[in-house]
C-alpha cells in the first residue's frame, strides 16, 4: 500500500499545474477514488446510522404524538371543566333568585300579618275606648242623675214644705228626670 501511495504522490508531482476546465474537473484516477470513498462511506452509513436515525425520529414522532394526545385530553377536559362551571354558576344564580323571591314572598306575608294584627289590636283599642266612653258616661250621668235628684227634692221640699213624703218625692223627679232626658234624645 505504500507503494501505491508513494506512486500517486510521484505521479502528483511529475504533472503539469493544470489550466482552463482541468481546475474544475479532477484527475479520472481522484474521481474513481473519491467515488469509491463516498460509496463505503454511505454504505456505512446507510448501515449503521440510519437505523439509529430513524429509531430517534420515530421516538421523536411518537413524543409528539404523544404529546399533541394528552393537550387534546386536558383541553377536552378543561372544557368539560369550564362546562360544569358555567352551569353550577347558573344553577346557583337561579337559587339565589329563588332565594330572594322566596324572602320577598315571605317579607310580604308577614308584612301582611303584621298589618292585619295591627289592625285588629287598633280596632280592639277602639271598640274598649269606646266602651270605657260609655261606661263613663252612664256612670257620670248616674252620678249627675243622683245629684239632680238631691238637688231637686231639696228645692222640693222647701218650695212646698214638708208635705209630700219622700218616695213620693223622688218619683217625682226621676219623671222630670227622664222627660228632660227624652227631650235631648
Do not use: C, H
Not at 5 to 33: K, N, S, T
Not at 67 to 80: D, R, W
Not at 128 to 149: L, P
Request: charged share 30%; no cysteine.
Amino acid at each position: 500500500m505504500m507503494n501505491l501511495l508513494a506512486q500517486v504522490v510521484y505521479l502528483a508531482a511529475e504533472e503539469e499545474a493544470p489550466e482552463g476546465i482541468d481546475l474544475v474537473i479532477p484527475a479520472f484516477e481522484e474521481l474513481i477514488a473519491g467515488i469509491i470513498a463516498f460509496g463505503i462511506v454511505f454504505i456505512l452509513i446507510w448501515w449503521k446510522v440510519r437505523p439509529a436515525i430513524s429509531e430517534t425520529l420515530a421516538a421523536r414522532q411518537e413524543a409528539i404524538t404523544g404529546q399533541l394526545t394528552e393537550a387534546e385530553k386536558a383541553k377536552q377536559e378543561a372544557q368539560t371543566l369550564l362546562d360544569d362551571y358555567k352551569q353550577q354558576l347558573a344553577k346557583a344564580k337561579e337559587d339565589a333568585n329563588k332565594i330572594v323571591e322566596d324572602a320577598k314572598a315571605t317579607a310580604e306575608t308577614v308584612k301582611g300579618d303584621i298589618v292585619t294584627k295591627a289592625e285588629q289590636e287598633a280596632s280592639g283599642i277602639v271598640a274598649k275606648a269606646r266602651d270605657d266612653a260609655a261606661a263613663e258616661r252612664q256612670r257620670v250621668a248616674g252620678g249627675i242623675r243622683e245629684e239632680v235628684m238631691t238637688l231637686s227634692m231639696a228645692l222640693t221640699a222647701k218650695v212646698v214644705g214638708e208635705g209630700i213624703d219622700e218616695a213620693t218625692q223622688r218619683q217625682l223627679v226621676e219623671r222630670f228626670i227622664d222627660d228632660v232626658e227624652g227631650l235631648e234624645s
